[in-house]
């Protein structure tokens, strides 16, 4: 097994937008020829598009983006951009009349950061989906997770800042990695460890045993999203299963996970470059995720407004 970077998996072109100083960005994720789509939405706040034809059951099976943005529901008009972008790279489906690209979204709850005036908008999505040409993408207080934060059950001053992560590796030919964008209400642990939560007197606290105690989630400030990418080849039938699999990453690195006051959605995407055995795809896509997880939380050096995990190391 080798680590590779999230931007060596074939097939897909990833990159970053954001406005920082209003900490609020777009992760879009392309795939130019379309890619095999899986999504699971869970939790009981979700924030989405273009979910429903992912259904193994639906007559689309190709997509061409999933656009990971911040804004709550403001910031699904980023794959508006997204979309305009690539009418012009002449990349969609073939309607016989024109070609209409499949982007598929996701969002996040980051208006508490830094103001709820500034969120992500068509011109930050066209301007990711550019990036993403370039295939610059890079892990941090970035796109999606310029304003993320993790740990809100005692409220937002006592959350930590969290940003976008990623992890990816690489058996004999199969690569898979997962992009996630972290703003969970939970804590977060790296092999059953805490190393992310709530500050109360100095201290990162269990959100579970607050949870337990009687303290409230309150508004549904929290998700989180990603998406699995692979080159293994799957049925749109098998990526729906991938992505219910990947969930089990998540529930290993934040606890509690799939809140009412969550709504984390994990999307799976497969260049179908490789054949790979679809057991091994599912338990691969849960390690993953749960690394990704992990690195978007240490992926914030330091922040102005809230502790990060350097701050605690």
Partial sequence: MDI?????????????????????????II?????????????????????????????????????????SAFGLDAASGVMTFLEEKDIGFDTGYGKVPIVSSAIIFDLDYKGSKVRPDK??????????????????PLGVGAGATIGKILGYEASMKSGVGSFAIKINNLEIGAIIGLNALGSIYENNTLIGGPILDGKVQDTFSLLVQGFKGGFPSNTTIGAVLT??????????????????????SIKPVHTSMDGDTLFVLSSNKVKADINVIQSLSAYVVEKAVINAFKSVASDDHLKCFNDFK
Avoid: C, W
């Avoid at 074939?10 to 777009?26: C, M, P």
């Avoid at 789509?37 to 989405?48: E, L």
């Avoid at 011109?123 to 941090?140: E, T």
């Fill in 123 to 140: 011109n930050m999505g066209y301007l990711s989906a550019q990036n993403a040409f370039k295939n610059n993408y890079k892990d941090g």
């Fill in 231 to 252: 080159n293994g080849d799957i049925t749109k039938a098998q990526a729906n299963k991938v992505a219910s699999s990947a969930h089990n990453g998540l529930a290993r």
């Fill in 4 to 28: 590779i970077k999230i931007t060596d998996i074939d097939g897909f072109l990833i990159g970053n937008a954001e406005k920082i100083d209003s900490g609020t960005g777009v992760t879009t």
């Fill in 31 to 71: 795939s130019k020829s379309g890619a095999t789509p899986g999504v699971d939405v869970r939790g009981g706040s979700p924030g989405t598009r273009e979910t429903d034809l992912i259904a193994s059951e639906e007559t689309i099976d190709k997509i061409h983006s999933v656009v990971l943005a911040g804004g």
